[in-house]
């Protein structure tokens, strides 16, 4: 009997020890839960909507009141300037910290009055890293971030530091999770060989559909690493070429069959995907993003994404 509950205890210690990692990245990744699409802040400052103070709190509020819980930020949006006016907003907005998730970027410094850089490069040096962050903290009003991404992959990044700083970042409470941004699967796997990738958030759409033929997001959805998907509609309603004038034809379509708007089906169309890809809307229309919340709901049809793809591409699948 005992040599039978001990023979149990030791394969329960040596299942533990051989499956450590994946039980710690599971823990891990299950402290944090993004909302079902995040809010990008991108164009709610100097580069495009340039909210006031009360506007941008009034624009958060409405995010928290129709689920979108997360938003997304990088130190560069506005020119610097973007992370601080929405800090100023959320203060001014009285919503208790933990009712939102933030997530901001690094690593991409600008040529700009206050920045003594001669040229645009990227720097993942660990001080860098810190000093960002903590530059991101202040300027958003708050003790933590919930994600930090690293903004683009620099050639000459050294994964050893990059680990270093994402774990002092973690011990120090600065941050909670640490993820990259536009980054390789080789890339990815290059820091993910010294510390944890939580996420990767990469251009994709129905027209960047690149990452799920490539390769991308079979991998993050193997490893367990969140795929989020910037410009999420895509150049559909930004350019006209023959591709989104074919789209917008079918779109019209579909808008009628599902009851939605076209910018509501292609986000249903990301989401459909197996990889749970989280879409960053860069709406900062109240009423839009509102709608947008309507593509959780939305289950295209299998022929209907195709459709979809087939029109993005210009061809039928071989
Ligand atoms: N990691 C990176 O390198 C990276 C790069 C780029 C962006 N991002 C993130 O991704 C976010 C989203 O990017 P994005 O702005 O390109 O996203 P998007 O959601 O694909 O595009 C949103 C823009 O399209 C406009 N729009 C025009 N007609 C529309 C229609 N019929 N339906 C919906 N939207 C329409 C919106 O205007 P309204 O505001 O009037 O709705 C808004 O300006 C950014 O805010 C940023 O957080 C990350």
């Given amino acids: 009997m005992l040599h039978c509950a001990k023979a149990l205890a030791s394969r329960f210690f040596l299942f533990l020890a051989s499956h450590s990692k994946i039980i710690i990245t599971v823990l891990f990744s299950m402290k944090i839960t993004l909302s079902p699409i995040i809010a990008g802040a991108m164009n709610w400052g100097v580069w495009s909507k340039n909210l006031t103070t009360t506007e941008m709190a009034a624009l958060i509020h409405s995010c928290l009141e129709y689920g979108i819980t997360t938003f997304d930020h990088a130190d560069i949006y506005g020119g610097y300037t973007t992370e601080a006016e929405f800090g100023a907003a959320f203060k001014h907005s009285g919503i208790a910290r933990e009712q939102m998730q ?9 040529v700009m009055g206050n920045r003594n850089n ?12 810190i000093k960002s962050t903590e530059g991101s903290l202040k ?5 933590y971030l919930d994600v930090l991404l690293l903004h683009r992959p620099s050639p000459l990044m050294e994964p050893d530091e990059i680990a270093e700083a994402a774990e002092q970042l973690k011990a120090d409470g600065k941050i909670k999770a640490f993820g990259v941004s536009n980054f390789t699967n080789s890339q990815t796997e290059l ?11 990469i251009e994709f759409s129905a027209t960047a559909y690149q990452p799920m033929l490539d390769g991308s997001l079979d991998y993050m959805h193997l490893n367990n690493i969140r795929a989020l998907a910037w410009s999420p509609i895509g150049c559909v309603f930004k350019t006209d070429t023959e591709q989104t004038q074919r789209l917008r034809t079918l779109l019209m379509e ?13 986000l249903a ?7 749970k890809i989280i879409p960053v ?11 947008q919340m309507k593509a959780a709901d939305v289950q295209l049809e299998l022929e209907d994404w195709f459709a979809i793809w087939t029109e993005s591409m210009g061809e039928k699948v071989p």
């Fill in 281 to 291: 809307t860069g709406s900062a229309n109240s009423e839009r993003l509102k709608n």
């Fill in 254 to 266: 579909l808008v009628v069959k599902y009851e939605v708007t076209a910018d509501v089906i292609l």
């Fill in 139 to 143: 300027n958003l009003q708050t003790d």
């Fill in 191 to 201: 820091i993910r060989s010294r510390t944890e990738v939580f996420c990767n958030q």
């Fill in 102 to 110: 933030l997530i901001s970027k690094c690593g991409i410094q600008h």
């Fill in 118 to 129: 001669r040229i645009k490069h990227y720097d993942y040096s660990k001080e860098y890293i």
């Fill in 269 to 275: 169309w990301i989401l459909r995907h197996p990889a």
